[in-house]
């Protein structure tokens, strides 16, 4: 009869410890170790051949030595998603994928694994938290050809490994990594230590057998994914979705990839039949009035490597009270920052006044382009004045009121110009070197010139 060890884990960090405290030494957490028994199995495991989450043997080189196989990418079916993923999936890669309960994690992999499996590419479906009957009955409601899609209710990870070395798919999707447990680990399923190991072997099984595998994570009440951060820095891609779950349009964002650009977007609709794909982006971010509305701005911005058309919507009112700033799809911090900007550098101020601001279409802004439109659409309705409808903005504000350039101007004056419009207020940085034809660029360098280029601007 083995030996029975019994060591204290720590469920934030995993450490070890011989005897049980309040907080742990290494990450200082408060009342966060619990029992674990291990036998001597567990204890003196054999080494691996292999080390590492890159399945390969331990050895030194020089760079110039080492062989670079050029990367094959599958495509998924969705050319939005392949957009999010920089051009398809690419062999052996580890997918993470998050989001908000029923925002459509679960269905889109699922039309991804069905296409893959009919375009004559093996793909395995591994469920721990539905039964394949709930699987089943999601393809039926999605119309989804499952005829050649396998799938396995599983949520052990040895048996996972096995079944995928057996049948070799050439991808898998894993649904979720908070239910899948190690026996190398004596912990309950969904802990830090047992998330972190399961998502260690799995790496290391893509790795070394070029499966590529899409794993779903859950979210915190934050947003954030659930589990250890070092979950995120295994794998070589990181997805979530953004989005109201009651809302029509789901949008799906990369905020880390090693294969493609980091905050590319891809935009889709809900409907009956699963997700699908939105060609024209800009278009469902910007909404059309019958005539031009004051707080109204078009800015362009730039999603990982796409130009997007999105509208600013702004409200200036007289405070009841303690002014408020409220701010919807854009940092707070950041609005605050430039109407005080706006009030020293071009002579409009909100001091008593309330001010919202909303991104419309849900999209979250990150990046400075959108500053001065944020400025103009705040100015048009303090002022009560309309801008054209044919009005596009994009510029960054500094703290001394300089309008600085943003990168890819030309891209964001192309697309501005593609759909149509015929006013564009950017920094001076950013104008084309020549005039466009029937299209009149205002190049600006200071706020204040900003400010009185538009509001003069006839509707």
């Not at 605050?336 to 001010?355: E, K, P, W, Y």
Request: aromatic content about 6%.
């Amino acid at each position: 009869m083995s030996k029975v060890k019994t060591v204290y884990r720590c469920e934030q960090c995993g450490t070890d410890h011989s005897k049980w405290a309040g907080q742990c030494t290494d990450c200082g957490e408060w009342n966060s170790l619990f029992e674990v028994r291990l036998d001597n199995t567990t204890t003196h495991r054999a080494k691996p051949k292999v080390s590492g989450y890159a399945g390969q043997i331990s050895q030194i080189t020089t760079l110039n030595q080492v062989s670079v196989s050029h990367e094959s990418r599958l495509g998924t079916g969705i050319s939005e998603f392949d957009r999010v993923l920089g051009g398809g999936l690419v062999t052996g890669s580890v997918v993470l994928i998050g989001g908000d309960p029923g925002i459509g994690k679960s269905t889109i992999l699922l039309q991804t694994a069905t296409y893959m499996a009919t375009a004559q590419r093996a793909a395995l479906y591994i469920t721990g938290e539905e039964s394949l009957s709930q699987v089943a009955l999601r393809a039926q409601r999605l119309e989804l050809d499952a005829s050649q899609l396998k799938v396995m209710a599983e949520t052990c990870v040895e048996r996972i490994c096995e079944a995928l070395a057996q049948e070799r798919p050439a991808v898998a999707i894993l649904d979720s990594i908070q239910t899948l447990y190690t026996e190398t680990i004596q912990s309950a399923p969904g802990g830090v230590s047992q998330i972190r190991e399961s998502a260690a072997l799995l790496t290391r099984f893509a790795k070394h057998s070029g499966t590529a595998l899409f794993i779903v994570g859950h979210v915190t009440k934050e947003g954030a994914l659930a589990g250890p951060r070092v979950l995120e820095h295994m794998v070589d891609c990181v997805l979530y979705f953004e989005g109201q779950s009651d809302s029509r349009y789901r949008m799906i964002r990369a905020v880390k990839n090693r294969f493609g650009a980091v905050n590319e977007l891809g935009v889709f609709g809900m409907t009956d039949r699963g997700l699908k794909e939105v060609s024209n982006p800009s278009a469902i971010f910007l909404s059309r009035y019958d005539e031009p509305i004051a707080g109204s701005v078009v800015m362009v911005s730039r999603e990982g490597t796409r130009p997007l058309l999105v509208e600013v919507q702004a409200l200036v009112d007289d405070a009841h009270g303690q002014a408020r700033r409220v701010s919807l799809g854009l940092d707070q911090n950041r609005l605050n920052m430039l109407l005080a900007v706006m009030h020293r550098h071009g002579g409009i101020q909100t001091t008593g006044q309330d001010v919202y601001v909303n991104i419309v279409g849900g999209l979250k802004i990150t990046e400075t382009g959108s500053d001065l439109a944020v400025l103009l659409a705040c100015a048009s309705s303090l002022r009560g004045k309309a801008f054209p409808q044919q009005l596009a903005v994009f510029g960054e504000v500094g703290l001394s009121g300089e309008i600085r350039p943003v990168p890819n101007g030309q891209e964001r004056l192309k697309e501005a110009i593609k759909h149509g419009f015929e006013y564009i207020i950017l920094p001076r940085a950013n104008a084309p070197q020549q005039a466009i034809k029937g299209i009149k660029v205002i190049a600006v360098a200071r706020l204040h010139e900003a400010l009185s280029e538009a509001l003069q601007l006839e509707q």
